[in-house]
């Protein structure tokens, strides 16, 4: 409406217009900032995923050293001096006298595991040096007595003083153990040019026979095994058994065909020593095939491999046809048989002569730096030698030159390279170190280790292979123990609980990615008394 000079009839002042201008202005900011929230969220949420995704890729999180809780671990009663977790005497009376399967390895539970040290004997010395240590050792580092009267007859060991003192002797060894060597080296020509190089002394026992069928699984063809004693020679020696000559004949006869059954022919036999040899030839094997056969032929479903935990089988393990180099005297003399790669090595999964070669050379880089980082190494302060977790037993050549021998040990869960380390000549076994190894405490002088911890750890606890470690090792002994850079920490932690001494230095190539410990068990003797 307009007034009579044309101009409006009501004409809003300036205040009026700035309110719905101001309403239009919140309501346009409480907009926008209701879509920016929105969009932020969404926003939130996708960089959430993408975080979270990151965290999920081992390629792109740098994971700190593990850490662990420093623990002074307790000293075991004076009574666990001796003791065996797996094969403890104590522990016999709960398992079978069948096949004198109460004597085989049966391992406490994990709530039964001692957490304790094991202290040494009262009046515990650092062993005699070898070689020395081959003709005595110190009573008090095996204080018993029943060993010196149980013994005594067969002159193995006699008391002197404060020393335990090894004449050499044994029930069949009337002229000393080195006559009885010579004259099995007489019978044998194998074991003077190399040919023969690694052992193993047994009894064969009875059940049967199948002690026998274990020995003939492990001995490669054409391999040795020798007998002395009962039977053997029984027309001369049959009084001094306390039986009659027409029961040893029987025995003798009854050992013969059996061993002719599993391809053993009577190769030497002179005096109380018989030798007899494992064919060469596979097709003596297919007499097994006949019905009724005993011992029978395994079949194929037998891995004749598998020896942790495995029962005896009582059959005959035929030997692998493919393996025409592994017999006897298909493999290189000692001691070229230890740098050539083995024909075994290709069963191996990842496994070549171009690996083994590798791993060969390595060792022998890495065994040079470790000599600089324990002198020791080489001198008579290091004598029995453990590579807790070998490949093809690279460590154990590397210091072959060294007067020291290596158990290597060959991972129960790994890739099985044991024949590698055996047809390399060798020794080893089997294990499991989530449980105790196989040996009377204060074994060895020196523990090796590669990067077992990473390998093993997410199958049990650090310190029970630490404490298993601890057992086996001497006093004043050393332990090498190469690891990743996330384990070292943790390991030298639980070290010192047990009263190493240890000290941190780069590899041969200084790589940050790992590290080696170089540990003392340091000597001390028990302040409690006995607690079993």
């Not at 003798?252 to 059954?261: N, P």
């Not at 020593?273 to 011992?295: E, G, M, N, R």
């Not at 600089?372 to 004598?383: E, N, V």
């Amino acid at each position: 409406m307009k007034h009579k000079d044309g101009k409006p009839l009501f004409q809003p002042d300036k205040s009026s217009r700035i309110v719905p201008m101001t309403i239009m202005f919140v309501v346009l900011c409480g907009f926008s900032f209701y879509l920016g929230g929105i969009f932020c969220s969404e926003k939130d949420r996708y960089e959430t995923k993408d975080v979270t995704r990151a965290g999920e890729s081992p390629k792109e999180t740098i994971a700190g050293p593990l850490q662990v809780k420093q623990t002074a671990f307790p000293e075991c009663g004076i009574d666990f001096q001796d003791y065996t977790p797996c094969t403890d005497p104590k522990r016999w009376r709960k398992y079978s006298l069948h096949r004198l399967t109460f004597m085989e390895r049966h391992c406490p539970s994990v709530y039964e595991r001692k957490e304790c040290l094991l202290p040494p004997p009262d009046g515990y010395k650092v062993p005699i040096r070898w070689p020395k240590s081959k003709n005595e050792c110190w009573y008090r580092n095996v204080p018993y007595d029943w060993i010196n009267k149980q013994k005594s007859n067969q002159h193995w060991l006699t008391k002197e003083g404060e020393k335990f003192l090894f004449p050499g002797g044994g029930t069949m060894f009337p002229n000393g153990v080195g006559a009885y060597v010579d004259l099995m080296q007489d019978l044998i020509p194998g074991m003077k040019d190399g040919t023969v190089r690694t052992a193993i002394d047994t009894g064969c026992g009875s059940s049967g026979g199948i002690y026998l069928l274990e020995i003939h699984r492990i001995l490669r063809p054409g391999g040795f095994w020798v007998l002395s004693g009962p039977p053997v020679n029984y027309e001369n020696r049959w009084r001094g058994w306390n039986t009659t000559i027409e029961d040893q004949k029987s025995d003798y006869e009854k050992l013969q065909e059996l061993l002719t059954s599993m391809c053993f022919k009577l190769y030497n036999k002179k005096d109380d020593i018989a030798v007899w040899q494992k064919s060469s030839d596979s097709s003596c094997y297919k007499q097994l095939d006949t019905p009724d056969t005993y011992p029978p032929k395994c079949d194929d479903g037998t891995e004749p491999d598998s020896a942790w935990y495995t029962p005896l089988r009582p059959c005959v393990v035929v030997p692998n046809p493919k393996h025409k180099k592994s017999g006897l005297k298909s493999l290189s003399k000692w001691p070229e048989r230890l740098h050539v790669a083995p024909e075994r090595v290709g069963d191996v999964r990842g496994g070549s002569a171009g690996a083994f070669n590798h791993d060969d050379s390595k060792w022998k880089v890495r065994v040079k730096h470790y000599k600089k980082l324990l002198p020791a190494i080489g001198t008579d302060k290091i004598r029995n030698v453990m590579d807790m977790n070998t490949l093809y037993g690279g460590f154990a050549a590397a210091v072959i030159g060294d007067p020291l021998w290596v158990m290597n040990v060959v991972s129960s869960y790994a890739v099985n390279t044991l024949p590698v380390v055996y047809d390399r000549g060798l020794i080893g076994t089997y294990h499991d170190w989530c449980e105790a190894f196989s040996t009377y405490p204060r074994t060895y002088d020196l523990l090796h280790l590669d990067g077992l911890f990473t390998a093993e750890s997410h199958r049990c606890e650090m310190k029970y292979v630490l404490l298993e470690m601890d057992r086996i090792l001497r006093p004043n002994g050393y332990a090498i123990i190469r690891e990743s850079s996330y384990f070292v920490d943790a390991v030298a932690s639980i070290a010192k609980g047990m009263r190493w001494g240890c000290r941190k230095e780069d590899t041969e190539y200084g790589v940050e990615k790992e590290k080696v410990l170089i540990c003392q068990k340091k000597l001390w003797y028990s302040s409690k008394e006995s607690s079993r």
